[in-house]
């Protein structure tokens, strides 16, 4: 079965830093495009960050971009968020999310696994 | 960036009812427009994809269609288990953007 698992949220002071941890298991981690994903309390889906399948390229959403950088490690088949400089408007749930149904470039076309997310709270 | 204008935000209709959602891009998406369903406490899962195509495993009487900047998703007989917040995606360009949602509840 393809599954996620998101981990590593937790209570942090604004300005402090977390690493969120997302574990994939069914499927292996560099054969596709990873995202994250978030959802403030009440809100709306935000997209935050891409890493392409051949770990060659990302990108970010501009609330992110300079704060947070994606990752992952092969040999553990796991992806990453690290999140610096937080505000309270980080405040989410955070989803790890797969890329899928690939156009006939191999570019995916949506978001076809999702995590169960994982909650990061920025509060003092 | 893409500005996805979904609507209505929320709906109430009675069970059977054939329940439609608009979702505007503010540029030609061609057809890269994703439909996901969320239910309370759950994360958001895929039912249509590159406009018109059912996910699979997805129940029939979910449906999308549309291409440009104008697309529609519609439940042809809403049941019970619908309850949820339908959100639409394009995957035409980064940054990724999706819609407002749409709250479906039961009359």
């Known amino acids: 079965e393809v599954q996620l698992v998101e981990s590593g949220g937790v209570v942090v002071q604004p300005g402090g830093s977390l690493r969120l941890s997302c574990a994939a298991s069914?499927?292996?981690?560099?054969?596709?495009?990873m995202y994250w994903v978030r959802q403030g309390p009440g809100n709306g889906l935000e997209w935050v960050s891409v890493l392409s399948w051949d770990g060659g390229n990302t990108s970010y959403a501009d609330s992110v971009k300079g704060r947070f950088t994606i990752s992952r490690d092969n040999s553990k088949n796991s992806l990453y968020l690290e999140m610096n400089s937080l505000r309270s408007e980080d405040t989410a749930l955070y989803y790890c999310?797969?890329?899928?149904?690939?156009?006939?470039?191999?570019?995916?076309?949506?978001?076809?696994?999702w995590g169960q997310g994982t909650t990061v709270t920025v509060s003092s | 960036d893409i500005q996805m204008t979904q609507s209505p935000s929320s709906l109430s209709a009675s069970v059977g009812d054939r329940v439609t959602i608009t979702c505007q891009a503010s540029q030609d998406i061609s057809n890269y427009l994703n439909w996901y369903q969320q239910k309370p406490g759950k994360a958001p899962k895929l039912l249509i994809y590159?406009?018109?195509n059912l996910e699979a495993g997805v129940p029939s009487r979910f449906s999308g269609s549309g291409s440009g900047t104008d697309f529609t998703f519609t439940i042809s007989s809403l049941q019970p288990e619908d309850v949820a917040t339908y959100y639409c995606?394009?995957?035409?360009?980064?940054?990724?953007?999706f819609g407002g949602g749409t709250k479906v509840e039961i009359k």
């Open positions: 995606q394009q995957f035409h360009n980064l940054p990724l953007t």
């Open positions: 999310v797969k890329g899928g149904r690939e156009d006939i470039v191999g570019v995916p076309t949506a978001m076809d696994v």
């Open positions: 069914g499927f292996t981690l560099d054969d596709y495009t």
């Open positions: 590159d406009a018109s």
